[in-house]
């Protein structure tokens, strides 16, 4: 088959950067990763790329197609070739390219270290000098997170990244938690702190994009959410996302409502209260604020207590009260919700390219569904939104 693709080239050395467009001849089964070799093979072999064991295990080929993060040996190419789209190839988000699709991971691994990513036993060593046994039933707890590669797809979306570049980030907390959540471990509340403290899970906006783009199912934002729930459980709870985390439960238990007017004051505390108090007489003034006294009180509030003691009954505090893989991106299948938004419509992210989507034609590519969007629109918003070699 011809396989057409835009890749943009880059030189950290040179500061070189152009869109360069490639077609080469390529047998039907292969991967992106594949065609890659095919150019610098046949076309071009100055082209830069990472690769090792081409069956998605070594996690060395992340790169970014079409604006979205991909492992290059898991994306087939043949149904982007019979749907006539030309996709365009770029390094990964939030890490510096050094050239064409090769970033610095060096900010990558030294968040990974940071967060311990070694057992540090807490167990008695069995006397007869036998194995340590744990069920299978309490290692499933952390079998998703330790599914992860290491490929850095999720940390190239990753949005509290692009405005925080310190943050701990998704892979490295689902690294965290693989640990946190490992019977044998002995520094679960260590780490716990650790990963409490700035730029650590709380700076986690929830957008979802590294769940929606991990190409192993290890949903790190699921992971993320259960180090916060394990951290209330231990009482881990100085932080103020933590305790912005406690009044929302604290305000469905009581009231069924969230108590927004004492939101700040709980959170942040009562001087910080005083400082917005200010922002707050605008916010009255324009009817915003409810009165806190007396409470609004949801009709159906008994429901809501009785699902907190439900909860508490079954013992789902901490990680095993995050329901896994809630996937929000996902269940909007990449196309229109059912009132008929595009969350990938103008001023949002570029749309990723799904071949068999509902809606697509082999002539006009992704256009269809796509809202005021044209293709033109998606292949030039998917060059690198990050200057070259910048960012960390
Ligand atoms: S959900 Fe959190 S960790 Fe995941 S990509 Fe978004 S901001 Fe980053
Ligand atoms: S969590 Fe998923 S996307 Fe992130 S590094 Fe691990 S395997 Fe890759
Ligand atoms: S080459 Fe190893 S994951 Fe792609």
Known sequence: MDVALKIWRYNSATGDRALREYEVDAPEEATLLDVLDIVKDRVDGTLAYRKSCRMMICGSCGMRMDGGAVLACKTRMQPIVEAGHVPVISAMGNLPIVKDMVVDMAPFWQKFRAVGPWLQPGYEQPEDGKEYLIPQERMNHVHKEALCINCGCCVSECNAMESDPEFLGPQ???????????PRDGAKVERLASYNSEHGIWDCTRCYFCNERCPKGVDPRDAIAKLGAESMKHGIDHDLGAKHARWFVVSAKTTGWLRETELVPKTQGIVSAIKQTGFALGLARRGKVPLPV????????????????????????????????????????????EHGRDPYAEGSFPRPFIADEKGQTPTGGANEGMGSRTQADVTSSAEPTRKPGGGA
């Open 172 to 182: 490295a907390l689902a690294k965290g938690f693989r640990f946190v959540g490992d």
């Open 294 to 337: 007396p409470p609004h009180v949801a009709e159906r509030v008994s429901e809501a207590r009785a699902l907190h003691e439900i909860v508490k009954q079954q013992g789902r505090d901490g990680a095993v009260g995050i329901v896994q893989g809630e996937r929000a991106l996902s269940k909007l299948g990449h196309g229109l919700d």
